[in-house]
């Protein structure tokens, strides 16, 4: 039904606000056209034992911030009208959508839909899920969604195995079901100013199968946020002509040859440079580099169309190598590679695409420097039926977490190209490794 809804001219039943005569539409909550003011919507306040004070229920308008109650919700139900708020509908596609909160007064009126909402989302305590999901389907009348659906820092930590920072570990591969490593990658991302830099990066090694394996992570530079010039520090510079450039380290790394358990020596094949930060001194190292680095930019696009079929990246159609990437798009895949679970002791092979960590050491793939960057964003559902990923305080450090996503996208762009080059049509990682491997 959604599906066919979103395709519609998305009719919604507005009403007359007795505030300010403009037409809106009653919603659980909206975000409010008048500045200043949060949102719109259901509101209501508690008493010091936590009860819900009934006078109090009511609707803000989210044009004037105007309160009202229910008191004369049959003359303005009576006074509202349908009217489109898709503007570009499959043609002849009438689509409605009404919710609880406009059923008749001789029905559960806003008081009952708020106390239900209180019981599936009590303060202070974790959500009810399945009173949530009855809440939404039943109430507002919409589609159940997870709004935060994560995969806790701590059990992604459970994914450490017995190998070693900088070593790629294909005897362990192999003996986990996933065959030999077949690609390295390396993906980067900027941070800080122009004169006091930090570049985080991670090295990913990939098997047959996609199960992954860090090999590397690091920063170059010092900057951190919460510093209050406090901590004396030698600041680095984004600058390739100036004393303590990040781009010399950066080229070592990019340079570096890791040798695999089974003896062979294996470079980085491709790296992606997040380029969405002083693209003006980035792009220029990424034209001059004799490694295989392509520059990665988030798509302007704040939302993703949740029934979207879309790809990781687009290429850019002025530089030839930027690459546009669908950060939503590659979050998602993300954390359906974090959720997925194994345990050697009753799974003998690892679902592929199964995430693997080496040894913490040398101050590396600890939880507060490593695991925690993983859980610092959350998936967050739109009303328009669209979907974003964000940070869930502006503190959190989030800096791995990309270059893990960076990690994805670079291998997707490497596979792309490998298929346009052999004209394979439809590729797929099996046909990526077979290439690889000779088979």
Not at 11 to 24: G, L, T
Not at 393 to 404: E, G, I, K, P, W
Request: charged share 25%; hydrophobic share 35%; proline share 3%.
């Amino acid at each position: 039904i959604e599906k066919e809804y979103v395709k519609g001219d998305q009719r919604k039943y507005h009403i007359p606000c007795p505030c300010c005569s403009e037409k809106i539409v009653i919603e659980w909550t909206v975000e409010s056209q008048l500045e200043g003011l949060e949102r719109g919507g259901i509101v209501w306040e508690l008493d010091d034992a936590g009860a819900i004070i009934a006078e109090s229920v009511g609707y803000k308008c989210y044009k004037c911030g105007g309160f009202f109650n229910e008191d004369d919700k049959d003359g303005l139900l009576r006074s509202g009208e349908w009217i489109p708020t898709n503007k570009n509908p499959k043609p002849d596609h009438y689509s409605y959508h009404i919710s609880a909160l406009c059923a008749p007064t001789f029905m559960d009126g806003w008081y009952k839909y708020v106390d239900q909402y209180m019981e599936a989302c009590p303060v202070g305590q974790k959500r009810d899920e399945a009173k949530w999901k009855t809440f939404v389907n039943v109430v507002l009348g919409q589609t159940y969604e997870q709004i935060e659906d994560n995969v806790k820092a701590t059990e992604l930590q459970r994914n450490i195995r017995q190998y070693s920072i900088g070593t790629i570990p294909e005897k362990l591969s192999i003996a986990d079901g996933n065959g030999k490593i077949v690609l390295l990658t390396m993906g980067s991302d900027m941070g800080g100013f122009e004169d006091d830099a930090r570049l985080d990066y991670e090295v990913v090694a990939w098997s047959e199968t996609g199960a992954t394996y860090s090999i590397d992570h690091g920063s170059i530079g010092t900057f951190f946020n919460g510093d209050r010039g406090k901590v004396e520090r030698t600041k680095w510079t984004y600058h390739r002509d100036r004393t303590n450039s990040v781009w010399t380290e950066f080229d070592k790394i990019l340079e570096r040859r890791f040798v695999t358990d089974t003896g062979r020596g294996m470079k980085i094949f491709i790296s992606g440079l997040d380029t969405g930060y002083l693209p003006r001194l980035v792009m220029p190292i990424i034209d001059t580099s004799n490694a295989v680095l392509v520059g990665l930019k988030g798509n302007p696009d704040k939302y993703t169309d949740v029934h979207a079929d879309k790809k990781t990246f687009k290429q850019s159609t002025e530089i030839g190598k930027l690459y546009l990437v669908e950060s939503n798009v590659v979050k998602d895949q993300l954390l359906s590679c974090m959720q997925l679970k194994w345990n050697p002791q009753y799974h003998e092979v690892q679902p592929a695409w199964f995430m693997n960590f080496p040894l913490p050491g040398d101050g590396k793939y600890l939880f507060s420097n490593y695991f925690a960057h993983f859980e610092a964003e959350h998936r967050v559902l739109t009303k328009e039926i669209k979907f974003a990923w964000k940070k869930k305080a502006s503190n959190l450090q989030n800096h791995l977490y990309d270059c893990r996503c960076y990690n994805m996208v670079v291998k997707d762009i490497l596979l792309a190209e490998t298929f346009r080059n052999y004209k394979i049509k439809n590729g797929v990682w099996a046909d990526f490794v077979s290439l690889v491997l000779g088979k």
